[in-house]
């Protein structure tokens, strides 16, 4: 029984595998890495990612998932595959039962995509579970509970907002914008300001190093290596976290307008809730440093980050098979 129990975070940026007694097992980027003349698969996960950007013309780095669903079927598939046998080992005795999660915006077409690729990649049962009721479950709130909990998940594709109650989402909205906007949104930003044009990876360093949603006390530096757009010559600038907060400022807004507008339509009685216990963040993108008092300052309310905030998800999508299997094993 012990190994037959699965649960996986679909992300975006990374997939986590979680497993049933031992804890989250893997986390790699969800990337691919294939030969398009042959259309074999040449890497996935950590190999593949650090190929992006840099590999010849015929081998391609892709991110199957796009916005929190799945845009490549038959890559994500074969992604799927090579995780959970890397996560079990190859003498699995059985089927595991397997949950997913998907972002609380999805349709049921793309739900039933996430369900098929699973089955494919060896399932022998699939539950399907929201990202926000995993990331509560993962933040160790108990969801069941008459009492209203806000959460927000920022991942690398979709950030979504939820209230919870009772087991259940009462008010929720799902946006497109997260943690791979925050490294669009600083390219876009470096190529405006200084004419410099820099790649993802870089964006993402930037982000993680220097970035910030909120103005710091401290301004820290970095020097930032890229490709001058005039000259076509490689330059190197230095870059504050001021500069961030500006760059970041666009989309780190429209997080906080979903977040403002969840609130206004909940109900008064659970709203009193967050009131006291606060808004709790999660996911990769929530780990960008001044979110929290951005949010404190527009809401007014008590906001803090998960512990784990990067693997929430996939412990709290975990625990939800734990919790079925339990169910039905008393049933």
């Known amino acids: ?107 049921e077409v793309e739900k039933k995509a996430v369900e098929d690729a699973t089955y494919q990649a060896g399932a022998g049962k699939v539950a399907i579970i929201e990202e926000p009721i995993a990331a509560a479950i993962g933040a160790g709130i108990d969801i069941a509970k008459p009492q209203g909990n806000m959460i927000v998940d920022i991942g690398g594709g979709t950030t979504d907002v939820a209230v919870i109650s009772l087991g259940g989402t009462v008010e929720s909205a799902s946006i497109k914008v997260a943690g791979d906007d925050f490294d669009e949104a600083i390219v876009r930003y470096m190529r405006k300001k200084y004419n410099l044009l820099v790649g993802d990876r870089t964006a993402e360093d930037i982000k993680i190093n220097i970035g910030t949603a909120f103005k710091r006390t401290e301004v820290d530096y970095m020097d930032v290596r890229g490709r001058n757009l005039v000259t076509g010559l490689p330059e190197t600038v230095r870059v504050s976290s001021d500069e961030t907060q500006e760059a970041l400022k666009e989309t780190t807004g429209q997080i906080l307008d979903t977040i403002c507008a969840v609130l206004e339509k909940t109900p008064p009685e659970l709203a009193g809730d967050i009131v006291d216990r606060g808004i709790v963040l999660t996911g990769g993108g929530a780990m960008l440093r001044g979110l929290e008092e951005l949010i404190e300052e527009r809401t007014h309310i008590n906001t803090m980050t998960a512990d784990e905030p990067m693997t929430c998800v996939a412990i709290g999508t975990g625990r939800y098979i734990e919790f079925l299997s339990g169910y039905s094993e008393e049933a």
Do not use: H
């Not at 129990?5 to 097992?25: E, M, P, R, W």
């Not at 950590?46 to 780095?61: H, K, Q, S, Y």
């Not at 490549?72 to 003498?91: C, H, I, P, R, S």
């Open 1 to 107: 029984m012990a190994n037959s129990d699965i649960g996986i975070d679909l992300g975006t940026a990374s997939i986590l595998v979680y497993i049933k007694g031992k804890g989250v097992v893997l986390k790699e980027p969800s990337v691919v890495a294939f030969d398009r003349d042959t259309n074999k698969i040449k890497a996935i996960g950590e190999d593949a990612r650090l190929m992006i950007g840099r590999t010849p013309g015929n081998i391609v780095a892709v991110r199957p998932l796009r916005q929190g669903v799945i845009s490549n079927y038959t890559v994500t598939e074969q992604m799927m595959k090579y995780f959970l046998t890397k996560a079990m080992g190859k003498k699995a005795f059985r089927k595991p039962r397997i949950a997913v999660c998907v972002p609380s915006g999805v349709t």
